[in-house]
């Protein structure tokens, strides 16, 4: 070995000896998703985090992972689709996380179709669909004959279907996950207001006027906060045409279809499973206005249940995440059937 080489060696040696070593990356049991800052509350308050890991590329404010000594982790992506896959991306690909065995649940809250639940309730998904990826006519022009305005990609008419894809307007979450997550959460008691409970009467339906319960439906993405009943009736009616028919969206919010798509990517890069997902959304507010009342009203209205869903999130999700932590010996192998 040359003089020049020798001393390269040792330069380099020296390097290594004086240089701290790199923390051996956590491995969290369960990692929960929030999408801003009060679904995080709930969580930040009921737990104790004692590790706070900045990731480069996670949004500017909330730029740190929170960690448990339980294994429980918390990581909020920010607003709308391009937070979310944003974040997750880089969570995925930092090297402090070794996500290979990890539990994700995403816990946030939503609009929800008075047909289907009402202020508060908490609603496990099945399927999560993107609304946001479809084609649009002002409704002003749409053709004599239109059933909406609302289009499948490269299909000619509502209703019509198409072959072009994007391969993330639809994700089916993991059946044995989402039932073992209903089963647990499905008897947890649930936070109501006055207020909500005044609003929902104006609803004549029987799902909108009842008290908040846990139940399962699918969730519909997009980044536009869309409201009313018109556009409520055009959108189930394409989640129908997506899912063939398998679907109904009860929830509606503007993230989880950009969190997948992150998280699939993963999966198939070998650093996560995608049948660790649960989702869960908790109802803030109806998509759609209530008979007589006008949709700019329903709109801006205080209805009464934003506190009760983001708390009822914690509440639900905590459900599963407590039992994953606590039987971790059986869910590290799979999700248990007992």
């Known amino acids: 070995m040359s003089r020049p080489t ?10 290594a000896a004086i240089m701290p070593a790199r923390a051996a990356p956590l491995a969290p049991k369960v990692m929960v998703i929030t999408m801003f800052g009060p679904e995080a509350a709930p969580w930040r308050e009921a737990e104790s985090f004692t590790r706070h890991v900045e990731v480069v590329g996670l949004s500017p404010r909330y730029p740190q992972v929170d960690c448990t000594d339980a294994g429980l982790c918390l990581v909020t992506t920010d607003m709308g689709k391009a937070n979310a896959a944003s974040t997750l991306t880089a969570l ?11 539990y994700f649940l995403i816990a946030g809250i939503g609009g929800v179709d008075p047909d289907d639940a009402t202020l508060g309730s908490a609603l496990w998904a099945r399927y999560a669909i993107d609304g946001g990826l479809v084609h649009l006519v002002d409704p002003r022009q749409q053709p004599a004959g239109w059933s909406s305005n609302v289009l499948m990609l490269g299909a000619n008419a509502p209703g019509q279907k198409s072959t072009w894809r994007t391969d993330n307007e639809l994700f089916q979450l993991d059946e044995a996950l989402l039932q073992k997550a209903y089963a647990l959460s499905a008897q947890v ?9 005044a609003y929902r009467q104006r609803y004549p339906q029987t799902a909108a006027h009842s008290s908040p319960g846990v139940g399962i439906c699918d969730t519909l993405t997009g980044d536009t906060y869309w409201h009313g009943s018109l556009i409520a009736q055009a959108l189930q009616a394409y989640v129908q045409l997506t899912t063939e028919g398998k679907g ?5 919010q503007m993230e989880d279809n950009a969190t997948l798509t992150a998280l699939k990517r993963g999966a198939e890069a070998g650093k996560l499973r995608f049948d660790r997902i649960a989702l869960l959304r908790t109802a803030s507010n109806f998509d759609r206005e209530a008979p007589g009342q006008e949709v700019g009203a329903s709109l801006s209205a205080k209805s009464g249940g934003f506190l009760p869903a983001t708390h009822n999130a914690y509440r639900v999700g905590h459900a599963l995440v407590a039992d994953i932590l606590a039987r971790w010996d059986v869910w590290a192998r799979g999700v248990p059937k007992e």
Not at 189 to 197: G, I, M, R, T, Y
Request: proline fraction near 6%.
């Open 92 to 102: 995925v690909v930092s090297p402090d996380f070794d996500l290979r065995q990890t």
């Open 6 to 15: 020798q001393l390269i060696c040792l330069l380099a040696l020296f390097a």
């Open 189 to 197: 008691p649930l936070e109501d207001s006055d207020v909500a409970k």
């Open 248 to 252: 109904n969206y009860c929830t509606t």
